[in-house]
């Protein structure tokens, strides 16, 4: 049982890749908190993951990792903007609070990870039945667009909410060890 | 968010997706009483428009074309710490030398330091300048071969030119290339005859592809570490604002940064001698050569060659030294900003010895730990204060 950010560690690509799908669209959504720019934040997010790449021997497990890759996304973004305004650097330096919702930002994106992930891992016909209820379809609408009967959806449907609900309790375990 | 956060992103994903259980409701339930702010942030996630925009805004990302160009940067595997040549082990992380102010490694206590610093020495790069005036970036690639102009072959490698292939091309006029350094990286080089040049952060180095004549001239600003190979019919000649170095066969150190107000050259073996067109003294191991720009001036003085030569053994070292300039060649090195918020803090005197190839906050926190000054990271700059 290996731990991947250990694989990512020892050098295996397969498992940077693997977290690298994961966290580039995070990381980009992430950016897009301080700047407008999405060609910018698409840049940074891809340079703070090259970054953990090469910094790779530093970490040995998931936390540290994604707070790293958080961290230097978040201080790129502010190098950008204080470029933009370079007065506002001083006032801050003397003595102010700095007052930004870094962690409260983290939380949430890895919430939407998580969601994205779960749902993204189901197979297709499960996947759709999960994506057409959260927007709220009801089950005969379902039943219709998919083309099963709506007794056979409420069993598919009963069976995609355990196997989701699983899923999620696995990501954090599953990105440990596998 | 620290690990124990885990749970309660568990939690709220699973409210989101509707599959929460007993379980995830009654950890969302008192993580949200535990503070204003997690109810805010509850508040926030769970709202239809912000989860609709998140699950577009994942979708939205090619993350085939990022993961493509990605890939293609870790195969160039930009230079950080390499083993070309290196002689010298890397130096024990943040051994202490100087300064009676040792107790504060026992003092262990936490400290307010504001935010971490991002490593921004990766984005540096190294140019070189062919002798038509191409620039290309040369730290990128695996190794391979780089062409000039008459014949002129140039093998890279990872943190290494060698043109030692050029000797036997035919004596013509010199064609000249020059090599430039950004901040935050060193770089090795091998001339046409053999002279390995090491060179620290922000150094530019114009040399010709195949020395040619009586004379070996290269033209240098920076910080670089030489070690000459042996020839006496062909000196070589060192020309770095103002002081001429003419070596015999030998090695040094040679600082000479444009922002400095001195040129100094470190003699660690051999012989060579120093001028500035004027004057001219011949120094020996373990004396410095010293060119003032003010007065354009030379003088000579005995020095412990291991401070000048520190950084030549992966190592940070100082002793003795104003703190501005400690934070100026940490600032080369690191490709930090930074910014003294009094007068008073910049005069104060720090030793230590760091490894080079660690990251920058064992030596910010020394500071810290000396109690002499404030030293506090807001948006990635490095504000310094005396302690009051």
Redesign the interface.
Same mark, same amino acid.
């Given at each position: 049982m290996q731990n991947i950010i250990l694989e990512i560690r020892s050098g295996d690509r397969e498992a940077f890749r693997e977290f690298f799908e994961d966290y580039y669209p995070v990381l980009c959504s992430f950016a897009r908190k301080y700047l407008f720019d999405t060609e910018r934040c698409r840049d940074i997010a891809q340079e703070a993951l090259l970054t953990y790449w090469e910094e790779r021997g530093r970490f040995l497990d998931l936390s540290e990792a994604r707070r790293f890759l958080y961290t230097v996304t978040r201080n790129a973004c502010f190098n950008v903007l204080k470029k933009e305004r370079a007065a506002d650097r001083y006032l801050q330096a003397s003595g102010q609070e700095y007052a930004d919702d870094f962690e409260e930002k983290i939380i949430e994106h890895e919430v939407f990870l998580l969601l994205h992930k779960a749902v993204n891992g189901l197979p297709t016909q499960m996947r759709r039945i999960i994506e057409y209820s959260l927007q709220g379809m009801r089950n005969s609408e379902i039943a219709r667009e998919i083309g099963i009967a709506e007794g056979t959806l409420h069993t598919l449907k009963k069976r995609a909410y355990r196997k989701l609900r699983e899923a999620m309790k696995d990501h954090f375990y599953v990105l440990l060890f596998f | 968010? @620290?690990?124990k956060? =885990?749970r309660?992103?568990?939690a709220?994903? &699973?409210r989101? !997706?509707?599959? !929460?259980?007993e379980e995830d409701l009654r950890v969302i339930a008192v993580w949200r009483m535990e503070s204003e $702010?997690n109810e &805010? /942030?509850y508040q926030?996630?769970t709202t239809k428009e912000v989860?609709e925009k #998140?699950?577009e *805004?994942?979708r939205q990302?090619d993350?085939q074309r !990022?993961?493509e $160009?990605?890939?293609r940067?870790?195969n160039a #595997? $930009?230079p +950080?710490r390499y083993t070309f040549f290196r002689r010298y082990a890397a130096a024990a992380a943040a051994a202490l030398i100087v300064l009676p102010l040792t107790w504060w490694l026992t003092s262990r206590a936490p400290l307010e330091t504001g *935010?971490? /610093?991002?490593?921004t020495r #990766? #984005?540096a790069k190294v140019q070189l300048v062919l002798s038509d005036g191409t620039t290309i970036p040369v730290n990128e690639g695996n190794a391979s071969i780089i062409r000039d102009s008459a014949g002129t072959v140039i093998r890279q490698e990872e943190g290494h030119l060698d043109y030692s292939q050029n000797e036997a091309l035919r004596d013509t006029t010199p064609i000249f290339n020059e090599i430039i350094m950004a901040n935050g990286m060193e770089y090795t080089m091998t001339l046409s005859d053999g002279t390995k040049i090491f060179l620290n952060a922000e150094s530019k180095l114009r040399f010709p592809v195949k020395f040619t004549g009586k004379k070996r001239v290269v033209e240098f600003e920076g910080e670089g570490y030489f070690e000459v190979a042996h020839d006496p019919q062909h000196p070589f000649i060192v020309r770095a604002g103002g002081m001429e170095v003419t070596v015999l066969g030998t090695e040094f150190n040679l600082r000479a940064y444009k922002d400095e107000p001195t040129v100094e050259t470190t003699l660690v073996e051999g012989s060579v001698r120093v001028s500035n067109g004027k004057e001219e003294f011949r120094i020996v191991p373990g004396e410095q050569g010293v060119y003032e720009h003010g007065t354009k001036r030379i003088s000579t003085r005995q020095v412990d060659v291991t401070l000048y030569t520190a950084w030549h053994r992966n190592e940070i070292k100082f002793k003795d030294m104003p703190l501005e300039d400690v934070m100026r060649d940490l600032a080369r090195w690191y490709g930090i900003v930074y =910014?003294f /918020?009094d007068e008073s803090s910049r005069k104060i005197e720090f030793g230590g010895c760091f490894d080079r190839f660690e990251h920058i906050d064992p030596i910010l926190d020394m500071l810290r730990r000396t109690e002499l000054v404030e030293v506090?990271v +807001?948006?990635?700059?490095i @504000?310094i204060s005396k302690k009051k």
């Amino acid at each position: 049982m290996q731990n991947i950010i250990l694989e990512i560690r020892s050098g295996d690509r397969e498992a940077f890749r693997e977290f690298f799908e994961d966290y580039y669209p995070v990381l980009c959504s992430f950016a897009r908190k301080y700047l407008f720019d999405t060609e910018r934040c698409r840049d940074i997010a891809q340079e703070a993951l090259l970054t953990y790449w090469e910094e790779r021997g530093r970490f040995l497990d998931l936390s540290e990792a994604r707070r790293f890759l958080y961290t230097v996304t978040r201080n790129a973004c502010f190098n950008v903007l204080k470029k933009e305004r370079a007065a506002d650097r001083y006032l801050q330096a003397s003595g102010q609070e700095y007052a930004d919702d870094f962690e409260e930002k983290i939380i949430e994106h890895e919430v939407f990870l998580l969601l994205h992930k779960a749902v993204n891992g189901l197979p297709t016909q499960m996947r759709r039945i999960i994506e057409y209820s959260l927007q709220g379809m009801r089950n005969s609408e379902i039943a219709r667009e998919i083309g099963i009967a709506e007794g056979t959806l409420h069993t598919l449907k009963k069976r995609a909410y355990r196997k989701l609900r699983e899923a999620m309790k696995d990501h954090f375990y599953v990105l440990l060890f596998f | 968010m @620290y690990k124990k956060d =885990e749970r309660i992103v568990e939690a709220i994903a &699973a409210r989101l !997706a509707k599959v !929460a259980t007993e379980e995830d409701l009654r950890v969302i339930a008192v993580w949200r009483m535990e503070s204003e $702010r997690n109810e &805010a /942030l509850y508040q926030r996630i769970t709202t239809k428009e912000v989860l609709e925009k #998140s699950i577009e *805004e994942f979708r939205q990302e090619d993350v085939q074309r !990022a993961w493509e $160009r990605v890939e293609r940067l870790m195969n160039a #595997s $930009r230079p +950080r710490r390499y083993t070309f040549f290196r002689r010298y082990a890397a130096a024990a992380a943040a051994a202490l030398i100087v300064l009676p102010l040792t107790w504060w490694l026992t003092s262990r206590a936490p400290l307010e330091t504001g *935010e971490e /610093l991002p490593d921004t020495r #990766s #984005s540096a790069k190294v140019q070189l300048v062919l002798s038509d005036g191409t620039t290309i970036p040369v730290n990128e690639g695996n190794a391979s071969i780089i062409r000039d102009s008459a014949g002129t072959v140039i093998r890279q490698e990872e943190g290494h030119l060698d043109y030692s292939q050029n000797e036997a091309l035919r004596d013509t006029t010199p064609i000249f290339n020059e090599i430039i350094m950004a901040n935050g990286m060193e770089y090795t080089m091998t001339l046409s005859d053999g002279t390995k040049i090491f060179l620290n952060a922000e150094s530019k180095l114009r040399f010709p592809v195949k020395f040619t004549g009586k004379k070996r001239v290269v033209e240098f600003e920076g910080e670089g570490y030489f070690e000459v190979a042996h020839d006496p019919q062909h000196p070589f000649i060192v020309r770095a604002g103002g002081m001429e170095v003419t070596v015999l066969g030998t090695e040094f150190n040679l600082r000479a940064y444009k922002d400095e107000p001195t040129v100094e050259t470190t003699l660690v073996e051999g012989s060579v001698r120093v001028s500035n067109g004027k004057e001219e003294f011949r120094i020996v191991p373990g004396e410095q050569g010293v060119y003032e720009h003010g007065t354009k001036r030379i003088s000579t003085r005995q020095v412990d060659v291991t401070l000048y030569t520190a950084w030549h053994r992966n190592e940070i070292k100082f002793k003795d030294m104003p703190l501005e300039d400690v934070m100026r060649d940490l600032a080369r090195w690191y490709g930090i900003v930074y =910014e003294f /918020l009094d007068e008073s803090s910049r005069k104060i005197e720090f030793g230590g010895c760091f490894d080079r190839f660690e990251h920058i906050d064992p030596i910010l926190d020394m500071l810290r730990r000396t109690e002499l000054v404030e030293v506090v990271v +807001r948006e990635s700059v490095i @504000y310094i204060s005396k302690k009051k």
